[in-house]
Each structure stands twice: as C-alpha cells, then as structure tokens.
Nanobody
Framework: QVQLVESGGGLVQPGGSLRLSCAAS????????MGWYRQAPGKQRELVAT???????NYADSVKGRFTISRDNAKNTVYLQMNSLKPEDTAVYYC??????????????WGQGTQVTVSS
C-alpha cells in the first residue's frame, strides 16, 4: 500500500508564509506527478499546483507568483512554499500523487489534508 502524509499547515496572518510538505511511502516504484489541491468551506476542491518528475510545474492563476511547488525525488516528497498569503487561501490542502506501484500499476493517491488558515 501507499500513503501520503501532509504536514506544515497552521494559522498565519495575511502576508505571512507557510511551507507544506507531503511525504509518500509504501510500495512505490516511481512517482510521475505530485500536486496540491485545496478545498475551502462550501466550495469544491480545486487544483493549486502540480509538478512532474522532470520538474515541469503548473499553477492556478490565483496563486501564481506567490506559491512555489518543488519536490525531492530521493525522499518522495513534494513541498508547497506559500508566500504573501491571503484570507482567500484559507482551506484544507490535500496532497495528490500519480505513481507506479511496485507491481507496475498506475494508481492515484490522496493525503488526509492539512488545514491552512489565514486570518488577522
């Protein structure tokens, strides 16, 4: 089995910063794409940023220029550096991964989520 565990969420003031981490573990052969999604109260889950194994990234327009996604392939970990945070960034942030299991099967996995609250 495969597990994704997020960490780094918390309460910050507008303009502040947070760094989220997500570590994948288990029967993994290789991870192709990792990403971050978020869901605010009363809203649908939306894509925040993704990163492919080779380093190519994509960002939602709402976070472009403020957030940076990166990954450490040796540690099977993806990060989200969040700067200039706004109240509208408040949400539960979820880690996502598309990977090959040790049995060579394509699978998608989700983390349990970590709360980010931006408030004065």
């Amino acid at each position: 089995q495969v597990q994704l565990v997020e960490s780094g969420g918390g309460l910050v003031q507008p303009g502040g910063s947070l760094r989220l981490s997500c570590a994948a573990s288990g029967s993994i052969f290789s991870i192709y794409t990792m990403g971050w999604y978020r869901q605010a109260p009363g809203k649908q889950r939306e894509l925040v940023a993704t990163i492919i194994s080779g380093g190519s990234t994509n960002y939602a327009d709402s976070v472009k220029g403020r957030f940076t996604i990166s990954r450490d392939n040796a540690k099977n970990t993806v990060y989200l550096q969040m700067n200039s945070l706004k109240p509208e960034d408040t949400a539960v942030y979820y880690c996502n991964a598309h990977l090959r299991t040790s049995s060579q099967l394509w699978r998608e996995y989700w983390g349990q989520g970590t709360q980010v609250t931006v408030s004065s």
